[in-house]
């Protein structure tokens, strides 16, 4: 089944440093999305994006954040100086514009602020 | 967002079906009835939704009352690799519109 890549898995910063989370969705989807979610916890939904601009946005995903597609294949979220509790999974996901179906979610990078 | 009410633990055996609740009392017209399992370690993956009408597909079936304001999401047989987090959710069924996502059922699966 076509995935949604995220790399790197397992992302180890300190504390005030700048991260960069990377997903490569599948090739013919057109919506993309960030979610995280803290250890023990529920998943969140931080953001979405088409057409190149953010469609909707969580009280979560502050000045800190930003999101972007560089490229027109890779779809990054940025955070600008990251903090302990910015630690968690996060995950990217994406859908197309058919809506038989669902949206694939990426497995994940887990951020790890020290 | 309209609210979705499902148990917080549910067990099952192995080879049996599973019915997982889920209410929604303040459903509207519009939202579709979306249903999520994260596994242990991954991130969420889609299992089926719809709208009014039962939905059968190669993961599970999904049974809508009459009236929507509750639904169930069943697996006809139980396998370990069914032990997950489910997710009932509602949504327009929009390709834009994101998903909000509740604390779910966890499923334990014994052999």
């Known amino acids: 089944e076509p995935e949604v890549t995220q790399t790197p898995s397992h992302q180890v910063t300190q504390m005030g440093q700048e991260v960069i989370l990377r997903c490569v969705p599948i090739s013919n989807h057109l919506y993309f999305y960030w979610y995280r979610q803290i250890l023990g916890q529920k998943v969140e939904f931080l953001v979405s994006?088409?057409?190149?601009?953010?469609?909707?946005k969580s009280e979560i995903f502050d000045d800190q954040f930003s999101v972007e597609r560089p490229d027109g294949s890779n779809f990054t979220l940025k955070i600008r100086s990251t903090k302990l509790e910015d630690s968690a999974m996060y995950f990217c996901?994406?859908?197309?514009?058919?809506?038989?179906?669902?949206?694939?979610f990426g497995s994940g990078t887990r951020l790890t602020v020290v | 967002d309209a609210k979705t009410t499902q148990p917080n633990s549910m067990e099952s055996n192995e080879e049996e079906p599973v019915h997982l609740p889920c209410n929604h009392s303040t459903i509207s017209g519009t939202d579709y009835i979306h249903w999520y399992r994260q596994l242990p370690s991954q991130g969420p993956e889609y299992v089926i939704h719809g709208l009014t009408s039962n939905v059968n597909n190669r993961m599970a079936s999904l049974a809508i009352a009459e009236d929507r304001k509750s639904s169930t999401l069943i697996l006809h047989r139980a396998t370990l690799r069914d032990a997950a987090v489910y997710y009932c959710i509602l949504s327009l069924n929009q390709a834009g519109t994101a998903l909000i996502f509740g604390k779910g059922t966890t499923l334990s699966v014994s052999s």
């Open positions: 994006f088409y057409n190149n601009e953010i469609s909707e």
């Open positions: 996901a994406a859908r197309d514009r058919s809506i038989s179906g669902g949206y694939t």
